[in-house]
């Protein structure tokens, strides 16, 4: 097992449930869920265990993110990628982003 | 002091006629002029033989409701002069000219992104512009929502953005719909347009917008922005996808900030809603090789600008794919679950024996003991606060308990808790008795907040 360094971000509001950070580099195993590579899926559990300050349900809606946010990998669409079963990868930006409705 | 608060009221209130008055006069001026302008050319057109003229020329008169609009084959020697400028750009030239006189685009919402837009649209060229905005102009909109002014406020916004663009290029035919957008007219005023644009403010509206824009198959430019960050996307346009192949389903309305509560920056909206106006010149001018992308702007980053690479339309989109289950539009307030307005909705979460009015808390105020807890963030806490009062943003107060323990004199001291509009204090107050069952025996919140403290008790406290 060894350890993943990637970058991740919140934007458009999302920050504000991750105590208002909008960038940070974390480092995570890459066997969360040993033996298997860790995926998007394992992240995202990761995240809400580790790193979310308030209000899961903002984030989170059963093993994936809740309607409303888009998840973008290396600035790409997370579906282009295989969105939950996409395998994380060393160095990797990962975009947490929420969709704004103001104007 | 309220003879003095009358007094610069009335003050104001001249100004403000003899302003009206002035534009009132000038406008009256440009009124004879257009008409004279008007008649003249009605005239030549009688007088020349050409039946295509004579069509375009009741055409516009009766707007072009039922019937194609006129199709122009040439510039004006107006036009020549009018766009100079862009005319001799290689990128846009006169055909770029052209295709923009033919183009009719509609804007949803004269707000923070359709006035820019509207703006730039009409300077540049655009034949035909439509604007819909129910709402009406208030001088919280004014930082941002730059069609409008001073002299406008309580008048429809989607009047006062036409009376903008007709002094700002009287060729633009510019329609302006005072109504909210709704599955009962959508359908019927997206079609008369070739191009749409989100401007709205709200997510009842766009998934509506993208639903009538699917159906009748119009490409939709949206645009949201909040607090310092923007979004742009092009939805149903060249194979790419729509709102709803990226969000089947709609947030849950408890994640919806809206520029009221969030904030928002109003050179934020003015940056996105003309890369609405530049998407729009793209299509209209057929000049747009760009990718499906999604452009995400902070102002508080670097790189400002981030562009990411969508999905493709997908097959089984239930709007859009292959076999599609939405053919018409449906209900999307029920849908989303949250109103087709931005405006937020007061809460009502505590029972009358928990809330006090802003008026019985001031005459207690100075005479009985107790604690007044102001649970705004920090940030509007340091625009404005009652003296005495202790802040405690919301979000804090569950791990700030103990603090509110230990500002209790007895237990018997009441406690008090304040926001801007009376919403989050109701929280708040929730939140207090549960933590403080057994300290507390009086803990209520100030109905409508520093709000209607403002309207109430204080006029010279800032209503923000």
Same mark, same amino acid.
């Given at each position: 097992m060894s350890l993943l360094k990637i970058k991740l971000s919140f934007s458009g509001g999302i920050?504000?449930?991750?105590?208002?950070i909008k960038q940070k580099s974390v480092e995570i195993s890459s066997s969360i869920n040993s033996p298997n590579p860790t995926t998007m899926k394992d992240l995202i559990s990761w995240m809400k265990d580790n790193l979310l300050k308030e209000r899961p349900e903002l984030f989170v809606s059963g093993d994936t993110v809740r309607p409303g946010i888009l998840v973008l990998i290396n600035d790409s669409d997370w579906e282009l990628e295989g969105e939950l079963e996409y395998e994380i990868k060393d160095g990797d930006d990962i975009v947490f982003i929420s969709t704004l409705h103001g104007g | 002091m309220n003879i003095e608060m009358d007094k610069s009221e009335n003050q104001e209130l001249i100004v403000l006629v003899?302003?009206?008055?002035? $534009?009132?006069? /000038?406008?009256?001026?440009?009124?004879? @002029?257009? @008409? $004279?302008?008007?008649?003249?050319?009605?005239?030549?057109?009688?007088?020349?033989?050409?039946?295509? *003229?004579? *069509? $375009?020329?009741?055409? /516009?008169?009766?707007?072009?409701? #039922? *019937?194609?609009?006129?199709?122009?084959?040439?510039?004006?020697?107006?036009?020549?002069?009018?766009? +100079?400028? /862009?005319?001799?750009?290689?990128?846009?030239?006169?055909?770029? /000219?052209?295709?923009l006189k033919n183009t009719s685009i509609l804007i949803v919402g004269a707000g923070g992104l359709g006035a820019p837009a509207a703006i730039y649209l009409a300077a540049a060229g655009v034949g035909k512009l439509g604007i819909v905005d129910y709402d009406k102009v208030e001088r919280s909109n004014l930082h941002r929502q730059i069609i409008h002014n001073e002299l406008r406020e309580g008048i429809s916004k989607a009047q006062s953005a036409k009376m903008t663009i007709e002094e700002l290029n009287s060729l633009c035919n510019c329609v302006a719909y005072e109504i909210l957008l709704e599955s009962s007219n959508a359908l019927e005023i997206v079609q008369k347009y070739d191009i749409v644009i989100d401007a709205t403010d709200n997510v009842a509206t766009r998934y509506l917008l993208n639903d009538a824009c699917v159906l009748?198959?119009?490409?939709?430019?949206?645009?949201?922005?909040?607090?310092?960050?923007?979004?742009?996307?092009?939805?149903?346009? *060249?194979?790419g996808p729509c709102y709803r192949c990226l969000f089947p389903k709609p947030p849950p309305p408890e994640s919806i900030l809206n520029c009221a509560d969030g904030g928002i920056l109003g050179v934020v909206t003015g940056v996105i809603g003309c890369l609405q106006a530049l998407q729009a010149i793209k299509i209209a001018t @057929?000049?747009? @090789?760009s990718p499906n992308n999604l452009l995400i702007f902070s102002a508080t980053s670097y790189p400002l600008f981030r562009s990411i690479k969508l999905r493709s339309k997908k097959k089984d989109c239930a709007l859009c794919g292959d076999h599609p289950s939405i053919t018409r539009l449906e209900d999307y307030v029920q849908f989303c679950g949250s109103g087709a307005t931005d405006k937020s909705p007061s809460v009502k979460a505590l029972g009358h024996e928990d809330?006090? $009015?802003?008026?019985?808390?001031?005459?207690?105020?100075n005479k009985t003991p107790h604690v007044l807890i102001d649970v705004r963030e920090t940030v509007q806490y340091d625009i404005c606060s009652l003296p005495n009062?202790?802040?405690?943003?919301?979000?804090?107060?569950? #791990?700030?308990? +103990?603090?509110?323990?230990?500002l209790l004199e007895t237990p018997n001291t009441p406690v008090y808790v304040i926001c801007r509009l009376g919403n989050d204090s109701q929280h708040a107050v929730n939140i207090l008795k549960t933590h403080l069952k057994s300290e507390l025996k009086e803990v209520k919140d100030i109905i409508g907040g520093l709000h209607k403290w403002s309207i109430e008790v204080d006029q010279e406290f800032p209503i923000y």
């Open positions: 920050e504000l449930l991750f105590d208002n | 003899s302003r009206l008055k002035k $534009e009132n006069e /000038q406008l009256r001026i440009r009124v004879k @002029e257009l @008409e $004279e302008k008007l008649n003249n050319k009605q005239n030549s057109l009688l007088n020349s033989n050409t039946n295509s *003229k004579l *069509k $375009e020329s009741t055409l /516009q008169k009766t707007e072009t409701f #039922d *019937k194609a609009p006129p199709i122009y084959k040439d510039l004006t020697l107006a036009e020549y002069m009018l766009y +100079g400028r /862009q005319l001799i750009l290689s990128d846009f030239g006169k055909s770029g /000219q052209l295709k009748s198959g119009k490409p939709l430019i949206s645009g949201g922005a909040l607090r310092m960050d923007g979004q742009l996307t092009v939805y149903n346009y *060249k194979r @057929e000049n747009d @090789e809330r006090i $009015e802003p008026k019985i808390y001031h005459n207690l105020r009062s202790i802040n405690i943003p919301l979000k804090d107060l569950p #791990d700030r308990i +103990g603090e509110v323990k230990n």
